[in-house]
């Protein structure tokens, strides 16, 4: 059981470029989650889905963008990538709303250059 | 705005040696507290989910305790690979979907043999 699994592991980038990171689950989980760690600043959440064809804003969305087309996967764009988004990201899921536990992905290390 | 800040920020014991962690958050309702460890270069491994004060939970050599403003993460009789960082989450949920979680900037605890 592989859980959620992200792709790429590692990227670098340089400013202007543009990438998608993927995340794809296998537990059937409706919800969906990207976040960002950064030293000092603790995991924040970028974007989230609810469902299949959903997507919403977190405390932290400008500079990226997201679709959930299958219900396993939840891409995050970036479209022209930024040095301020060097940071690690983060896939999660879970069963239903934030009252159970999410399950993270190994994590995505992005360097822009 | 919901705040979760924990301390201390690193904190070093022999093996053996007993210590608690702290969590303290302010909240417009708790939908659930969360307690996290993540190893270097891994994603976040769920440990506990705690709903209401009084509460307690246990797995090995950990006791996570809720009150009404902070959460206690005990560790008893700890082994090096006890060695982590402890994350904190509280649940956001504005009524409109599953806004994820409000994390904390972790515990780093080095365990030394």
């Known amino acids: 059981n592989a859980g959620v699994t992200q792709t790429p592991k590692f990227r670098v980038l340089k400013t202007g470029q543009s990438m998608t990171l993927l995340c794809a689950q296998d537990m059937n989980h409706e919800y969906m989650y990207w976040y960002r760690q950064d030293p000092g600043m603790g995991l924040r959440l970028i974007h989230y889905?609810?469902?299949?064809?959903?997507?919403a804003k977190g405390e932290v969305p400008d500079g990226y963008n997201v679709s959930r087309l299958k219900k396993q996967n939840f891409l995050l764009g970036l479209e022209s990538a930024a040095p301020s988004q060097t940071s690690v990201y983060f896939c999660?899921?879970?069963?239903?709303?934030?009252?159970?536990?999410?399950?993270f992905g190994q994590g995505t290390r992005l360097t822009v250059v | 705005e919901d705040q979760v800040t924990q301390s201390p920020e690193a904190l070093r014991l022999q093996e053996g040696e007993s210590s608690s962690l702290n969590c303290s958050y302010t909240v417009s309702g708790l939908r659930g507290l969360f307690w996290y460890r993540q190893d270097p270069g891994k994603g976040p491994e769920f440990l506990f989910t705690l709903y209401s004060a009084g509460e307690e939970k246990e797995k090995e050599r950990l006791k996570a305790t809720l009150t009404k403003k902070e959460s206690f993460l005990h560790i008893t009789a700890p082994k090096p690979e006890d060695s982590a960082t402890y994350l904190c989450?509280?649940?956001?949920?504005?009524?409109?979907?599953?806004?994820?979680?409000?994390f904390g900037k972790g515990t780093h605890l080095i365990i030394q043999p």
């Open positions: 999660a899921s879970s069963v239903d709303r934030v009252n159970t536990e999410a399950f």
């Open positions: 889905s609810v469902g299949e064809g959903t997507t």
């Open positions: 989450a509280v649940g956001m949920y504005s009524g409109g979907g599953a806004d994820g979680l409000t």
